[in-house]
């Protein structure tokens, strides 16, 4: 398992607190309940967006079931282009793969193995040209490329305000009376770069939080 060295994560959560009371109060709360997080980062680029593409629109304990049974119909061989390439759709049906999502998973298999998303480099890219590229894919858009910059390449200031969560714990942390807009959200944020990914892990464990808790 590879995570966010721990220094650097202070670093983050230092800058926040001094640059926004609002969020220096969510960040206190989240440690005092759970203690410091840290940026867990996914093994596997390719394994990541094809979890990403499951577990799209179903439960994460569904998505999870089906993943393992992908991950065990490929053994002895890693989720990879080829080895997912393999498994006719049927198989894929079978493993509870949707049609849609298999068509998905073709797309993906098709844009790595021509080189449209060069996986193996993709790292040497800024955001913005990682979600240009990532969003060529069937079945991928903004909010996963974003994800995939946080928890696989683990970028640090990556901000997601298509993410209800976020928007909805920003409403709740912030006194707002409605879930605030794609602007509004980015507008908040602003002053947390460049640690903007941070900000979004203790925002969303600021929703697992016990309200009674002091």
């Given at each position: 398992?590879?995570?966010?060295?721990?220094?650097?994560?202070?670093?983050a959560?230092?800058?926040?607190?001094?640059?926004?009371?609002?969020?220096?109060?969510?960040?206190?709360?989240?440690?005092?309940?759970?203690?410091?997080?840290?940026?867990?980062?996914?093994?596997?680029?390719?394994?990541?967006?094809?979890?990403?593409?499951?577990?799209?629109?179903?439960?994460?304990?569904?998505?999870?079931?089906?993943?393992?049974?992908?991950?065990?119909?490929?053994?002895?061989?890693?989720?990879?282009?080829?080895?997912?390439?393999?498994?006719?759709?049927r198989?894929?049906?079978?493993?509870?793969v949707?049609?849609?999502?298999?068509?998905?998973?073709?797309?993906?298999?098709?844009?790595?193995?021509?080189?449209?998303?060069?996986?193996?480099?993709?790292?040497?890219?800024?955001?913005?040209?990682?979600?240009?590229?990532?969003?060529?894919?069937?079945?991928?858009?903004?909010?996963?490329?974003?994800?995939?910059?946080?928890?696989?390449?683990?970028?640090?200031?990556?901000?997601?305000?298509?993410?209800?969560?976020?928007?909805?714990?920003?409403?709740r942390e912030?006194?707002?009376?409605?879930?605030?807009?794609v602007?509004?959200?980015?507008?908040?944020?602003?002053?947390?770069?460049?640690?903007?990914?941070?900000?979004?892990?203790?925002?969303?464990?600021?929703?697992?939080?016990?309200?009674?808790?002091?």
């Amino acid at each position: 398992m590879k995570i966010v060295p721990r220094r650097v994560m202070r670093s983050a959560t230092r800058h926040l607190s001094q640059v926004d009371p609002v969020l220096a109060g969510t960040i206190s709360r989240v440690e005092n309940q759970v203690g410091p997080l840290d940026m867990t980062l996914r093994r596997g680029r390719f394994l990541s967006l094809v979890r990403s593409i499951i577990g799209q629109q179903i439960s994460t304990s569904a998505a999870r079931s089906i993943n393992e049974r992908v991950r065990l119909a490929v053994r002895p061989h890693w989720v990879t282009p080829a080895s997912l390439d393999a498994l006719d759709d049927r198989d894929l049906r079978g493993l509870g793969v949707s049609p849609q999502k298999i068509g998905y998973l073709r797309d993906l298999i098709a844009a790595v193995q021509d080189r449209r998303v060069r996986l193996d480099r993709i790292h040497r890219q800024d955001d913005e040209q990682v979600i240009s590229e990532l969003v060529q894919v069937k079945g991928i858009g903004r909010w996963t490329s974003q994800m995939f910059l946080i928890f696989c390449l683990g970028r640090l200031d990556v901000f997601a305000p298509l993410d209800l969560g976020i928007r909805a714990n920003l409403a709740r942390e912030y006194g707002l009376s409605d879930m605030p807009g794609v602007e509004a959200c980015e507008r908040l944020a602003e002053p947390w770069a460049p640690y903007r990914s941070v900000a979004c892990l203790y925002l969303w464990k600021s929703g697992d939080l016990d309200p009674d808790a002091t």
